[in-house]
């Protein structure tokens, strides 16, 4: 069984910094894209940051030059770094992962479990 575990969240004051990870278990032949998404109250979940098996990136505008995403594939891990933290940027984050289970078999959205982030002062 595939299971995607995010950690990192918390409660940080504005301007402040936080890592979120999340690690893939379970028995994959590959990870393609890997990503973020977040929710906040009451609003859809959207897309934070992905990052491509070569390691090529993208961002929602409002997080570019704040956040960075990154990713060890010998760990099947994937990280983001959020610096410069604002109210807006509260939601729950999640991890997510484009998975092969078997060679020759098309990859399959996976979703980890949720972090709270907090900016609040």
């Known amino acids: 069984q595939v299971q995607l575990v995010g950690s990192g969240g918390g409660l940080v004051q504005p301007g402040g910094s936080l890592r979120l990870s999340c690690a893939v278990s379970?028995?994959?032949?590959?990870?393609?894209?890997m990503g973020w998404f977040r929710q906040a109250p009451r609003k859809e979940r959207e897309l934070v940051a992905t990052?491509?098996?070569?390691?090529?990136?993208d961002y929602a505008d409002s997080e570019k030059g704040r956040f960075t995403i990154s990713r060890d594939n010998a760990k099947n891990a994937v990280y983001l770094q959020m610096n410069s933290l604002k109210h807006e940027d509260t939601a729950v984050y999640y991890c997510?992962?484009?998975?092969?289970?078997?060679?020759?078999?098309?990859?399959?959205?996976?979703w980890g479990q949720g972090t709270q982030v907090t900016v609040s002062s």
């Open positions: 379970g028995s994959i032949f590959s990870i393609n894209t």
């Open positions: 997510y992962a484009d998975i092969s289970r078997n060679r020759g078999v098309p990859g399959y959205p996976y």
């Open positions: 990052i491509s098996s070569g390691g090529s990136t």
